[in-house]
């Protein structure tokens, strides 16, 4: 049966690199419909005109959108890591985990964002969970990969360098952020701009040697469906 | 194995349609089931009536309906449009990406038409909602099909128009509601019923070429499992 | 590609039977564990002790669990449907739409019972509740069934007949449980406990012909993975 | 077509052990995330200082963290059971929901231990959630494995022993945790971190035969796909 095979990679009998894909989705998808209970405040009173609730929520907009991209930058990161990654044990399984507490903690620390604007300490909690996806992100590739523990031995080493730099530099924008926060709170989540732009920025950068056929890379190619 | 392949089609590598499918799906549920969430809204009170409480949510039961049948309509054109869709690549990674963004912030668009009945603003900020939500479908749409980018060559002409003639559609309905509201709040909800009423309409007028067999559908057929 | 294949079945191109079944489990999965939101009330005043706030919610643990466990039964009788159909249409997709609407609403009507203990009309809204389901997931069953619409044509009419009486008994029960309401609203509720109740003995009923075999049984078996 | 098949392995036909899991993933990721909301506690007043209010979460912090981490090891124990069960039936697919009752319940638990610290009777409540996990997760296990009632009849001992050695773990941990609560809430929760310890402990105890082949072993090894 499709659905139970090649479980037994691990210390974990029975887990699969598609089950932990599939809490992921899970935790993913609803962390990231979670975060519009932040913006529904009101309630309560509702004395308050909807033209003033509105224009005082310009700054909770932001950080929707915010939270919302960086799940998704991390969602994607978290997919293409397990797209080369071909079995799993103990180890990855629980750093995984850990990871997906801090994807399942970010509706918390962008509502802390929203209750109080322009304190440092908001901004440092905002980017401590940023900080720790990043870490443990890199951290699950670089267990994943070390002497090809769990993913193929001919995996192209550009393959195996692209998230760990995405990896870097996330940790190296959140440590900046956090550390901005103490000296300009305002600026301070402009920064993850950054991440979403070096995404798209990184993405291009690896797609350029696709173009030129070389050695090295047509000896590790996935095969496609079909096509091998 | 099976979930690791066809990968390679898109500067992402690891992005599979299958994923973002889910994650799709997961979006869609969670946003449809946060809907009910606007209803429950006694609590502290309490000292309200069962009766009255019931009869002031006459509105938002409508809405919630309304709001619900709405998602599901863009739930099904989102997965019409991936049945086509043969492989993805990081501009449409991101479309859908956005287009999720404003799923999950339906059901705060939805709590400010109940908390703020009859206003203009909260009618146009949820026709917004509606119109970014038609605009970014019809955008993945003309994205994937635009020279064949994302689609097999050999797809009907038809099958790419029916998409886009109802997110063309669904744009208009949702700007004429927004100019509607600022006119007459109390019946721009009910243009969005046009939304649901064309989909059915759109779905049989689309129905019928197929009984009488053509040329070019022939050609283009999807195999089904096991007649194939 | 596995998941693009027998689409064209209906009027909606690339609506699948697994797909609604994905976006079934998804709403399933959320009302039942939103259910819990209702029992989480203190919050703001906290002033009440532990032990009596505990034994003022005796009553919602049982709606919890009620509500649950109705759930739950109405997802295995969904899913047992869906084993039979073969394929959909635009009307069975709205069919199950609708269903899965008022699946979400019922955290909604749990709710109002735990607000409104003893009263008539908290019991009767959610019995209404509960006959929708029913009503619905029969309307489902009724119309994939006539005239062999999107079942198999060889399909037992025994495994036809076994989801229609279930779900007559179903839609029974919950109006009886509405009349009731208005003569004594403390009864009312436990009269649900028949549908549990209901739903194991028909399991056990059905069982038994299937252990003497028998001709026209034996002509729809379903074939087993890997013993076929 | 895949999802149809092995379904009349139980009274209940169209239950598949892939449904399950599936409802069971949506359940968990739903409940772990859900945890969140649990520390999103100010709002209302927002009149106390952001550090004074992060310094009263701090057990609020180690709950969350302490309920997402004993979600996680019930749902890696659900799926390592669910790797060696072949089939279902109406007793187990009960067991389940009723299991699933209780993941759902966590959030609730651990919403009182932060509302009521240091009281014996939150402490118990919550050990008692924990103590149904236990019981109703072995009870699943010898359910399925009593004279091999839903598995394969080659099962290795060895597989059967290690779920029915953790789940006794398991039980007699949240029984302390529950008798200790009595004597001194303070220290109770901290026994739960027994379970994690022990989770990972056990882990590398099974590993270790593996390690150096013996003949039973080989006999039930499950093929992997590619390598059969």
Redesign the interface.
């Known amino acids: ?9 691990g ?5 699969r690199t ?2 932990i ?3 992921s ?13 932040d ?6 009173g ?1 004395t308050v005109g ?2 003033e609730f ?1 224009g005082g929520q310009v700054d909770r907009f932001f950080n ?2 915010l939270s ?2 960086l799940l ?1 930058v991390f ?2 990161r978290h ?6 990654i ?1 079995r799993t044990d ?1 180890g990855h ?2 750093i995984n ?1 850990f990871f ?2 801090f994807v ?2 970010l ?2 620390s962008t ?2 964002l929203g ?2 604007p322009d ?1 440092a ?2 901004e440092a ?1 905002f980017g401590g969970n940023i900080l720790m996806l990043g870490l443990l992100l890199t951290l699950s590739w670089a267990y994943a990969t070390r002497r090809y523990r769990l993913v193929d031995r001919g995996l192209d080493p550009r ?1 195996i360098a692209l998230p760990r730099e995405r990896g870097m530099l996330t940790i190296i924008v959140a440590a900046s952020a956090i550390a901005v926060a103490f000296v300009n709170p305002d600026i301070s989540s402009y920064l993850y701009l950054l991440i979403l732009v070096l995404q ?1 920025a990184l ?2 950068r ?2 350029r040697p ?1 173009g030129k056929p070389d050695s090295d890379s047509g000896a590790i ?6 096509a091998s």
């Open positions: 049966m499709r659905m139970k095979q090649a479980d037994f990679d210390p974990e009998p029975g887990m598609g089950r894909e599939a809490l989705d899970g935790v993913f998808a609803i962390a990231m419909t979670l975060l519009v209970l913006l529904a405040l009101p309630g309560a509702e909807l033209r509105l929707y959108a919302f991209l998704a969602w994607v997919h293409q890591q397990f797209h080369f071909k103990a399984l629980w985990i997906l507490m399942a903690l509706p918390f509502s802390l209750d109080y304190e300490l908001a909690f393959h798209i993405a291009r690896h797609r696709r190619d996935v095969p496609r469906s079909g």
